[in-house]
């Protein structure tokens, strides 16, 4: 029978932590290409959803809190969005995407363009908070406004 001093085993035990919490911070440094441009173009369809669910109810009875629940939900989903174009997660990461490569070769008025629709988005959830379906529809214009713009310059058509 071999004995193992107490010694062995703990320096043992340590370097399998050490390697454990080494792999761990590893595998959760970057994700995918694949799955930034999934998380996305998952995000743009709650912007969408919310945008219909503001448009009915302005077509409609102007529930105010559907309208303010929908208006903060592309607020919270467009703040979200302005880090889910990293370099490397565009049309060359060989994942269908309508992003363009406008994004990363023109930044700053890419950026400009997320800034200003969070901003417009902030001024909807207040709108909306009112509850003044007048207020919520100049709103809704105005953004929808600031989402065209982005989309004519960084958004491929389908």
Known sequence: MIRTKPFTLAAIGAFGFAALVASGTLATAAPSASATISARQANFKKIGGAMKTLKDELGGSADKVKML?????????????VKLFPAGT?????????????????????????????????????????????????????????????????????
């Open 69 to 81: 629940t929908a208006a903060k939900t592309i607020a919270a989903v467009g703040r979200a969005q």
């Open 90 to 158: 565009g049309p060359s990461a060989g994942v269908k995407t309508d992003a363009l490569a406008a994004i990363w070769t023109d930044r700053a008025t890419f950026d400009g363009h997320m800034t200003k629709f969070i901003a417009e988005a902030d001024k909807l959830v207040a709108a909306a908070g009112q509850g003044n379906a007048q207020a919520v529809g100049a709103q809704f214009k105005a953004m929808g406004a600031t989402c065209g713009a982005c989309h004519r310059q960084f958004r491929a058509d389908d």
